[in-house]
């Protein structure tokens, strides 16, 4: 198995899917102004997963492309989170998601800015800059909502309590990662899961939210076994390359 | 208020270091910060910004286009404010 | 100041007009101006955000990452243009959330173009071509209107739609270039968005109510028949260059007349469509009712957060 490989293939379907998920709002959210904010997240993602299937392409070395990868692989050989694939819902469910994830994410690419792969450091502190304003859009918007009406409160934490469970997966660690820290490839992510629960619990302490007590784990995305969402994201993205194989567009 | 209608703002963007603040449009937020990401979302896709303002358009006083003549008219005949009125005799290039 | 009569009041402003000075939010201007104007703004932003719809339906199919970005980005710049004309219209006094109630309850109209499905992946090019394409037409000579915040508006729309109608272009040549049955799914969307294209510049001039008071005000530049004529001057050709076929027999060029003939429009189907009997109308309308709706909590609960926070502050 090529390490870096496989590290860069879950990087690139995190971004992948969650860009997928919030491209579902477009001409669909609760104001016109945030419809265009979803969607400025969804490009940020979309390009981040472009870079990083890309490279995962050349370091693969078989000739496959980002789109290649992107749109041709069985469900098994996507490595995302099942954070990320989970569905939108309503809007508060989808704040909540992207809240948790920025969170992870923002820490996550602070250490691989110092990654010794000058490509993997490139485009984290690209997707740093894009993710710190990520971050500051989800958090506030998990205040207001959390902190709004009691209807709101109630909406997102319910939210919060349904997406807890996929969160421990943040920091799943396996073989892939321990050989790219031994390698240097990588910096040591210690530390990592306890400062992404003192953020959290910042905001979530500020929205007036409780920090859920299920402690129940969810994990699978990282080996290829996912729920059963991901399966129709992939009917939908894969329609046309699988409906007409080989074509350009 | 349950259906009340989030503020309009006003945005001015200031499109590089240098230049003035421009007034670009207007758009709804329920608040201030809100105001300043919609506006940054909105008003610059295409980096049109390094700078955003927002004013709740409820705080803007205008003049009265009424009035346009007495308050802009009297400084058309103040030509001695423009650089051209003085004579500079030959020689001089710059000033 | 001495109080002015309407007769001399409408005096000065058709002399304004007259030397092309722009009119500002807070001049004096005729009820029926201001009417018009919001009509006609409000019918243009509701075009923007219900015509997101059809693109958007596209959006998680598009067939390859590029693709992907771009409708994305360019269904995005709709929403945007909504907003800068809605922001438009509110200078008018004209209330967004009340102007996007009319369109939910049918009072208001958009243009009729998005009421029609997007079935298949060319349609993503049909419509960035055809109907990004009729749409600046009717756009461009809007950049000189009479009215200030609506010039300003549509210099900032037209400047944002050069790359749609390119990208729309691109995906059709890219199909028609490409296997035979990409080519039929090219052809089949322009035999499909064809004559609705046509149709987006509206009735004759001889049917067009607006028109002839629009073009003393400056509000329109050109008539409909007269954009139309551009249109298909200009789209013929590029059909012919990338090998489609314009779904028009009587289509010739007329060497006299310097344009091209052009068949009669379906002014039956026309007329059905802007009355609400379109294939998606419903659809449309449903759609963007619900996001509405169900954004309400999240609207008022940022309200509420808002009000809490001041308060707090002031305490």
Redesign the interface.
Same mark, same amino acid.
């Given at each position: 198995m090529n390490a870096l490989f496989e590290y860069l293939v879950r990087l690139g379907d995190d971004s992948l899917i969650i860009g997928?998920r919030l491209?579902?709002w477009? /001409?669909? /959210?609760?104001?016109?102004?945030?419809?265009?904010a979803m969607?400025?997240l969804?490009?940020d993602f979309?390009?981040q997963?472009?870079s990083f299937l890309k490279y995962a392409g050349e370091v693969e070395g078989k000739g496959r492309t980002?789109?290649d990868l992107?749109?041709l692989r069985f469900d098994r050989d996507y490595r995302n989170l099942l954070l990320v694939e989970q569905p939108n819902g309503?809007?508060?469910m989808t704040i909540v998601r992207q809240f948790l994830f920025d969170a992870y994410r923002k820490l996550l690419f602070e250490r691989l800015i110092h990654s010794k792969d000058e490509t993997i450091a490139a485009i984290a502190a690209k997707s740093l800059k894009e993710t710190k304003y990520h971050l500051k859009h989800s958090s506030e918007w998990v !205040? =207001?909502?959390g902190?709004? #009406?009691e209807?709101?409160h109630q909406?997102v934490q319910d939210s919060l309590d349904t997406l807890w469970r996929y969160t421990s997966e943040l920091f799943y660690a396996d073989e892939v990662d321990e050989k790219l820290v031994k390698d240097g490839v990588i910096p040591s992510m210690e530390g990592l899961e306890s400062a992404w629960k003192a953020s959290v619990n910042e905001v979530l302490a500020e929205a007036t939210l409780k920090v859920p007590d299920n402690n129940w784990k969810h994990e699978g995305g990282r080996k290829g076994m996912h729920s059963e969402h991901l399966g129709y994201i992939l009917a939908?993205?894969q329609?046309?390359?699988r409906a007409?194989p080989g074509?350009?567009? | 208020?349950?259906?009340?209608?989030?503020p309009?703002w006003e945005v001015f963007i200031r499109s590089k270091q240098g230049l003035n603040h421009k007034h670009?449009?207007?758009?709804?937020a329920?608040?201030a910060d809100?105001a300043i990401e919609n506006a940054r979302d909105?008003y610059t896709? =295409?980096s049109e910004g390094v700078s955003i303002w927002v004013v709740a358009s409820n705080n803007v006083f205008?003049s009265?286009?009424?009035?346009a003549d007495s308050l802009y008219e009297p400084s058309d005949s103040k030509i001695y404010r423009h650089p051209t009125f003085y004579e500079v005799p030959d020689g001089i290039e710059h000033m | 100041?001495k109080e002015l009569d309407i007769a001399t009041l409408q005096k000065r402003f058709q002399e304004k007009i007259d030397n092309d000075i722009k009119i500002?939010p807070?001049?004096?201007m005729p009820d029926d101006y201001r009417k018009t104007l919001i009509r006609q703004i409000s019918q243009h932003a509701h075009s923007e955000?219900v015509g997101?719809?059809p693109e958007?339906n596209w959006?998680?199919?598009?067939?390859?990452?590029r =693709?992907?970005?771009v409708l994305?980005?360019k269904?995005?710049?709709e929403?945007?243009h /909504?907003?800068?004309l809605?922001?438009?219209a509110?200078?008018l006094g004209a209330?967004?959330?009340e102007t996007i109630d009319d369109l939910h309850s049918g009072v208001a109209k958009y243009s009729s173009i998005f009421n029609y499905p997007t079935v298949s &992946?060319a349609d993503m090019g049909a419509i960035g071509w055809l109907v990004d394409g009729a749409a600046i037409m009717n756009q461009v000579p809007l950049c000189r209107c009479s009215y200030g915040p609506y010039a300003r508006?549509m210099v900032?729309v037209c400047k944002?739609e050069s790359f749609h109608q390119r990208q729309g272009f691109e !995906?059709m040549t890219?199909?028609a270039n490409?296997?035979p049955?990409?080519k039929a799914m090219a052809q089949d969307a322009l035999n499909r968005f064809w004559w609705p294209s046509l149709m987006m510049f509206g009735p004759n001039d001889a049917e067009s109510k607006h028109t002839e008071q629009s073009m003393r005000w400056k509000i329109k530049r050109h008539t409909n028949d007269e954009l139309r004529q551009m249109f298909v001057d200009a789209t013929v050709p590029q059909a012919e260059l990338i090998g489609l076929t314009v779904p028009d027999k009587d289509l010739k060029w007329n060497e006299e007349t310097g344009h091209y003939d052009f068949g009669e429009i379906n002014w039956d189907e026309f007329w059905e469509v802007v009355k609400g009997n379109g294939p998606c109308n419903k659809d449309r309308i449903d #759609?963007r009712r619900?996001?509405?709706e169900?954004?309400? &909590?999240?609207?008022?609960?940022?309200?509420?957060?808002?009000e809490?926070?001041n308060k707090r502050k002031a305490s």
């Amino acid at each position: 198995m090529n390490a870096l490989f496989e590290y860069l293939v879950r990087l690139g379907d995190d971004s992948l899917i969650i860009g997928h998920r919030l491209s579902e709002w477009c /001409g669909h /959210g609760p104001i016109l102004e945030e419809d265009i904010a979803m969607t400025n997240l969804s490009l940020d993602f979309i390009g981040q997963a472009t870079s990083f299937l890309k490279y995962a392409g050349e370091v693969e070395g078989k000739g496959r492309t980002e789109d290649d990868l992107a749109y041709l692989r069985f469900d098994r050989d996507y490595r995302n989170l099942l954070l990320v694939e989970q569905p939108n819902g309503d809007f508060g469910m989808t704040i909540v998601r992207q809240f948790l994830f920025d969170a992870y994410r923002k820490l996550l690419f602070e250490r691989l800015i110092h990654s010794k792969d000058e490509t993997i450091a490139a485009i984290a502190a690209k997707s740093l800059k894009e993710t710190k304003y990520h971050l500051k859009h989800s958090s506030e918007w998990v !205040i =207001r909502l959390g902190d709004g #009406t009691e209807e709101s409160h109630q909406r997102v934490q319910d939210s919060l309590d349904t997406l807890w469970r996929y969160t421990s997966e943040l920091f799943y660690a396996d073989e892939v990662d321990e050989k790219l820290v031994k390698d240097g490839v990588i910096p040591s992510m210690e530390g990592l899961e306890s400062a992404w629960k003192a953020s959290v619990n910042e905001v979530l302490a500020e929205a007036t939210l409780k920090v859920p007590d299920n402690n129940w784990k969810h994990e699978g995305g990282r080996k290829g076994m996912h729920s059963e969402h991901l399966g129709y994201i992939l009917a939908e993205l894969q329609y046309m390359q699988r409906a007409y194989p080989g074509l350009e567009w | 208020m349950a259906n009340k209608e989030w503020p309009l703002w006003e945005v001015f963007i200031r499109s590089k270091q240098g230049l003035n603040h421009k007034h670009v449009g207007s758009l709804r937020a329920a608040d201030a910060d809100m105001a300043i990401e919609n506006a940054r979302d909105v008003y610059t896709r =295409r980096s049109e910004g390094v700078s955003i303002w927002v004013v709740a358009s409820n705080n803007v006083f205008a003049s009265n286009p009424g009035d346009a003549d007495s308050l802009y008219e009297p400084s058309d005949s103040k030509i001695y404010r423009h650089p051209t009125f003085y004579e500079v005799p030959d020689g001089i290039e710059h000033m | 100041m001495k109080e002015l009569d309407i007769a001399t009041l409408q005096k000065r402003f058709q002399e304004k007009i007259d030397n092309d000075i722009k009119i500002e939010p807070r001049d004096w201007m005729p009820d029926d101006y201001r009417k018009t104007l919001i009509r006609q703004i409000s019918q243009h932003a509701h075009s923007e955000v219900v015509g997101m719809l059809p693109e958007g339906n596209w959006i998680t199919r598009a067939p390859n990452l590029r =693709r992907k970005a771009v409708l994305l980005a360019k269904v995005q710049d709709e929403a945007g243009h /909504g907003l800068y004309l809605y922001s438009a219209a509110e200078t008018l006094g004209a209330d967004r959330e009340e102007t996007i109630d009319d369109l939910h309850s049918g009072v208001a109209k958009y243009s009729s173009i998005f009421n029609y499905p997007t079935v298949s &992946w060319a349609d993503m090019g049909a419509i960035g071509w055809l109907v990004d394409g009729a749409a600046i037409m009717n756009q461009v000579p809007l950049c000189r209107c009479s009215y200030g915040p609506y010039a300003r508006a549509m210099v900032r729309v037209c400047k944002e739609e050069s790359f749609h109608q390119r990208q729309g272009f691109e !995906i059709m040549t890219t199909l028609a270039n490409g296997s035979p049955e990409q080519k039929a799914m090219a052809q089949d969307a322009l035999n499909r968005f064809w004559w609705p294209s046509l149709m987006m510049f509206g009735p004759n001039d001889a049917e067009s109510k607006h028109t002839e008071q629009s073009m003393r005000w400056k509000i329109k530049r050109h008539t409909n028949d007269e954009l139309r004529q551009m249109f298909v001057d200009a789209t013929v050709p590029q059909a012919e260059l990338i090998g489609l076929t314009v779904p028009d027999k009587d289509l010739k060029w007329n060497e006299e007349t310097g344009h091209y003939d052009f068949g009669e429009i379906n002014w039956d189907e026309f007329w059905e469509v802007v009355k609400g009997n379109g294939p998606c109308n419903k659809d449309r309308i449903d #759609t963007r009712r619900k996001a509405k709706e169900n954004g309400a &909590w999240v609207r008022e609960a940022a309200n509420a957060y808002a009000e809490k926070r001041n308060k707090r502050k002031a305490s």
